[in-house]
Structure formats: structure tokens, C-alpha cells
């Protein structure tokens, strides 16, 4: 069975930074991407950033990001980071991280980590 844990959420002031980090175990597929999407209160899932897991990663950012977050990967360890420097009270949400696999075509989803930023 494929798990995702994320930890490294918490409650930090604006201005301030966070780092997330998620492990995944049980993987049976190829890797293919992994990522964090964020959901607030009243708001729809979003995708925060995604990372491919290839010799070269490919990264993508959401546009609220602006340029304030960081996704890395370590593919030896089966684990996904993300660097999140000036925070801000919009960034206030469960952040998930997300597995999507080949062979069998599948997508898992941790059960969330929760980033409260104060103004």
C-alpha cells in the first residue's frame, strides 16, 4: 500500500518560513511527478508546485507563488520537499502532498499538513 506522510506544517507570522517535507512508502508504480496542492476554507484544491522525478526534474509553480517557494526531490529516498520563504496569511490552507505513478497509472494523496501564517 502506498503511504504519504507530510509534516513540517505549523504556525508561523507573515514574513516568516516554513519547510514541508513529505515521505512515500509502498510505491509498486514508476514515479512520475510528485507535488503539494493546498486547500483553505471555502476554497478549491490548488496545486502549489510539482516536481518530475527524472534525471533532470522538471518544476512548476502555481501563480500565487511568485516565485517565494522552492519544490525539490530526493529520489533515492522517496521523499518531496517544499521551501516556503515569505509567507503570507493567503498562504493559510492543509497542504497535501501527491504522488502520480505509471505502470499502473495511479494517483495518491497524503492526508495533509496544516500551515497557519498570522499577520
Known amino acids: 500500500q502506498v503511504q504519504l506522510v507530510e509534516s513540517g506544517g505549523g504556525l508561523v507570522q507573515a514574513g516568516g518560513s516554513l519547510r514541508l517535507s513529505c515521505a512515500a512508502s509502498?510505491?509498486?508504480?514508476?514515479?512520475?511527478?510528485m507535488g503539494w496542492y493546498r486547500q483553505a476554507p471555502g476554497k478549491q484544491r490548488e496545486l502549489v508546485a510539482s516536481?518530475?522525478?527524472?534525471?533532470?526534474?522538471?518544476?512548476g509553480y502555481g501563480d500565487f507563488v511568485k516565485g517565494r517557494f522552492t519544490i525539490s526531490a530526493d529520489n533515492a529516498k522517496d521523499t518531496v520537499d517544499l521551501q516556503m520563504d515569505s509567507l503570507e496569511p493567503d498562504d493559510t490552507a492543509v497542504y497535501y502532498c501527491?504522488?502520480?505513478?505509471?505502470?499502473?497509472?495511479?494517483?495518491?494523496w497524503g492526508q495533509g499538513t496544516q500551515v497557519t501564517v498570522s499577520s
Open positions: 509502498g510505491i509498486v508504480g514508476d514515479r512520475n511527478v
Open positions: 501527491n504522488l502520480r505513478t505509471r505502470s499502473p497509472d495511479a494517483t495518491f
Open positions: 516536481i518530475t522525478i527524472t534525471r533532470i526534474p522538471i518544476r
